[in-house]
């Protein structure tokens, strides 16, 4: 059974520094591109990375550039997210999530998602 | 940045309607298009993908259709548990984007 298991959220200071973790189980880690998506509360979802398998592409949203750092470790079946210089605006549900291929068609979808790990951004 | 556009932002009807959600984006998209659903404190969950392939699993009342900039999502007989929020996103092109949402309420 697939599982992602997101951790690390809580309560933090505006300007203060948080690290996500998305533990996966149940496939092969080390061949899906990974993801983190979030969601403030009462709003809609919001991509914020992606990183390739083997972790040569890194996109991000341009809201997060330069304050996220999106990182894996195949070994340990991980995915991470640094957050720096947290903002208000950056309180939400922070998901991980795989993108699947289609093995005919090839098109890309989020299928699997974790159950979210919430990060309050608060003074 | 591909911007997409959800319509309506909220639905109000009633079991056994057919349900029309539309999706607009800013660019060509070909068929790069996934349609979720998400409820209450749950994580979203594909239903479409390519813009009209159904994902495994998901019941066919469910149905995509569309390319380039404008794709719907029909239910052909609401469900009680349909009663939900649809986001649309973009995989064509990073940074990939979700739509605003579309809120399927009970009339």
């Known amino acids: 059974e697939v599982q992602l298991v997101e951790s690390g959220g809580g309560l933090v200071k505006p300007g203060e520094s948080l690290r996500l973790s998305c533990a996966a189980s149940g496939f092969s880690f080390n061949t899906y591109t990974m993801n983190w998506v979030r969601q403030a509360p009462g709003k809609g979802l919001e991509w914020v990375s992606s990183?390739?398998?083997?972790?040569?592409?890194?996109y991000y949203a341009d809201s997060m550039k330069g304050r996220f750092t999106i990182s894996r470790d195949n070994a340990k079946n991980s995915l991470y997210l640094q957050m720096n210089n947290l903002i208000v605006e950056d309180t939400a549900v922070y998901y991980c999530a795989t993108i699947d291929y289609d093995i005919l068609i090839g098109y890309p979808r989020f299928v699997y998602w974790g159950q979210g790990t919430l990060v309050t951004v608060s003074s | 940045d591909i911007q997409l556009t959800q319509s309506p932002s909220f639905l109000s009807a009633s079991v056994g309607d057919r349900v029309t959600i539309t999706c607009r984006a800013s660019?060509?998209?070909?068929?790069?298009l996934a349609w979720y659903q998400q409820k209450s404190g749950k994580a979203p969950k594909v239903l479409i993908y390519a813009a009209s392939s159904l994902q495994s699993g998901v019941p066919s009342r469910f149905s995509g259709s569309g390319s380039g900039t404008e794709f719907t999502l029909t239910i052909s007989s609401l469900q009680p548990e349909d009663f939900a929020i649809y986001y649309c996103q973009q995989l064509n092109s990073y940074p990939l984007t979700f739509g605003g949402g579309t809120k399927v309420e009970t009339k």
């Open positions: 660019q060509v998209i070909s068929s790069y």
């Open positions: 990183i390739s398998s083997g972790g040569s592409y890194i």
